[in-house]
C-alpha cells in the first residue's frame, strides 16, 4: 500500500512540474545573466534582471525588467505581457515574432533594429518584416520625452527651451493614420519638460 501512496505520489509531482512558476533575477537585487534566458508558461522576469544574452518563450511570460534587454529575442508565438516597458539594445536581435500585450506600457525599439525577424522567414519572406517610415514632424529644439495616448490617437512632445526669446516647449499632435497634425502647444513659461506622460484613461 506505501508502494502504491509514493509511486502515486511521483506521479503527481513529474505531472505537475511544469505547474511551477519562476522568477528569472531578482526584484531586489541585479542579477545579471550572460546566457539566453528561456521562459516556460507563467514565468516571469523580475525588476532587477539585466538580460545580456535576451530569451526565449517556451509559453506565456511577463517581462517586468527595468533594464533594457540585449541579444537575441525569441517569442515563438507565444505571448508576453509587459508590466514595464520593454527596450531593446542596440546589439539585440529579434529572431522571431509572438504576441505583446502592452498594458499601456512601450517596447521601445534599437536604432540598429530595422527588420523584424532578423533571422525568421514567419509570414514575412527571406527578409522578415520590414519596419515601414510612416511619418515624422521636425522639432525646433531636442526633445525630452513623447508619450502616446492611451489609444495611441495623440502623442504628446516635450522640448528643451529656448536660451532666448519665448517658443512652445509642450506640443499635442493627433496622428490621422498617415500623419502627425500638431493640435495644441504651450510655452509653460519658457521652462524644460522633462517628462510626459498621458492618463492611461483619458486626455489628460
Not at 111 to 131: A, D, F, N, V, W
Not at 139 to 163: E, H, K, T
Request: glycine share 8%; proline share 2%; charged share 15%.
Amino acid at each position: 500500500m506505501l508502494i502504491r501512496i509514493f509511486t502515486f505520489l511521483i506521479f503527481i509531482l513529474l505531472f505537475n512540474k511544469g505547474a511551477f512558476c519562476i522568477d528569472i533575477g531578482s526584484d531586489i537585487a541585479v542579477n545579471r545573466f550572460s546566457t539566453q534566458q528561456t521562459l516556460n508558461n507563467g514565468d516571469r522576469v523580475a525588476g532587477f534582471s539585466v538580460l545580456e544574452k535576451g530569451f526565449k518563450l517556451n509559453g506565456a511570460a511577463t517581462f517586468d525588467s527595468f533594464f533594457s534587454v540585449s541579444g537575441n529575442i525569441e517569442l515563438q508565438g507565444m505571448a508576453l505581457t509587459l508590466n514595464t516597458d520593454l527596450c531593446f539594445s542596440d546589439v539585440s536581435s529579434i529572431v522571431t515574432l509572438g504576441s505583446i500585450i502592452g498594458n499601456n506600457h512601450s517596447m521601445i525599439f534599437s536604432p540598429e533594429i530595422k527588420i523584424i525577424p532578423e533571422e525568421s522567414e514567419i509570414g514575412c519572406g527571406s527578409l522578415g518584416c520590414q519596419i515601414d517610415f510612416v511619418t515624422n514632424v521636425t522639432q525646433p529644439d531636442d526633445i525630452f520625452s513623447s508619450n502616446w495616448s492611451f489609444d495611441s490617437q495623440f502623442i504628446a512632445v516635450g522640448l528643451d527651451a529656448p536660451s532666448s526669446g519665448s517658443r512652445d516647449v509642450l506640443r499635442i499632435y493627433q496622428f490621422n493614420g498617415s500623419s502627425l497634425v500638431l493640435k495644441d502647444s504651450d510655452s509653460l513659461d519658457d521652462k524644460d519638460v522633462n517628462s510626459v506622460s498621458w492618463s492611461p484613461l483619458d486626455y489628460f
